[in-house]
T-cell receptor, first 114, second 116 residues
Framework: GAVVSQHPSRVICKSGTSVKIECRSLDFQATTMFWYRQFPKQSLMLMATSNEGSKATYEQGVEKDKFLINHASLTLSTLTVTSAHPEDSSFYIC??????????FGNGTRLTVT | AQKVTQAQTEISVVEKEDVTLDCVYETRDTTYYLFWYKQPPSGELVFLIRRNSFDEQNEISGRYSWNFQKSTSSFNFTITASQVVDSAVYFCALSISNFGNEKLTFGTGTRLTIIP
């Protein structure tokens, strides 16, 4: 069964509002989680690495003030898209590391900003 | 920097045909991991295989097989006797971390359509 739960699976919000996406590791502690973004018919691009108890590490070109990441516990990382705009509409997917296993991915969140 | 190239953007084959998805990678690291993931229309990523750079043995899992050639920096994926359920986008990915469980560099994906 799924080891990483991502919520919500779909969200529609109005331009200018903020939306929070949750990524939870189930039955294991994930000190590190990764957030990816996928535009329609494109590849997955790493946005940031989320570390429990410390600041996230953002990839070049990703605005950290716009995409707020909080990894406040060992089982939860959140991505908040602040002041969302239509160009932020995308598929966001998280992954968590469990030991030496391949990364476990959530089912993704499809964000539509109107 | 790492790079993964999947030159085939879209492939369509008739059901029961075999199909090979190509993946070429670039890295200067000697230790790395290669992956294939399947992304069905629902969006989730389904893990298919992880292979480290020191293991060049080909692998077969049911109708799936993988051919790893370090000499050509390729890690190709073949589906034998394709089925409609194989229709999806397939991503090849690379990681240079110790166990391949750090950030992944994905290719652009190949959209595979199996025609019934």
């Amino acid at each position: 069964g799924a080891v990483v739960s991502q919520h919500p699976s779909r969200v529609i919000c109005k331009s200018g509002t903020s939306v929070k996406i949750e990524c939870r590791s189930l039955d294991f502690q994930a000190t590190t989680m990764f957030w990816y973004r996928q535009f329609p018919k494109q590849s997955l691009m790493l946005m940031a690495t989320s570390n429990e108890g410390s600041k996230a590490t953002y990839e070049q070109g990703v605005e950290k003030d716009k995409f707020l990441i909080n990894h406040a516990s060992l089982t939860l990382s959140t991505l908040t898209v602040t002041s969302a705009h239509p160009e932020d509409s995308s598929f966001y997917i998280c992954s968590a590391r469990r030991g030496r296993e391949p990364l476990h991915f959530g089912n993704g969140t499809r964000l539509t900003v109107t | 920097a790492q790079k993964v190239t999947q030159a085939q953007t879209e492939i369509s084959v008739v059901e029961k045909e075999d199909v090979t998805l190509d993946c070429v990678y670039e890295t200067r690291d000697t230790t790395y991991y290669l992956f294939w993931y399947k992304q069905p229309p629902s969006g989730e990523l389904v893990f298919l295989i992880r292979r480290n750079s020191f293991d060049e043995q080909n692998e077969i899992s049911g109708r799936y097989s993988w051919n790893f050639q370090k000499s050509t920096s390729s890690f190709n994926f073949t589906i034998t006797a394709s089925q409609v359920v194989d229709s999806a986008v397939y991503f090849c990915a690379l990681s240079i971390s110790n166990f391949g469980n750090e950030k992944l560099t994905f290719g652009t994906g190949t959209r595979l359509t199996i025609i019934p």
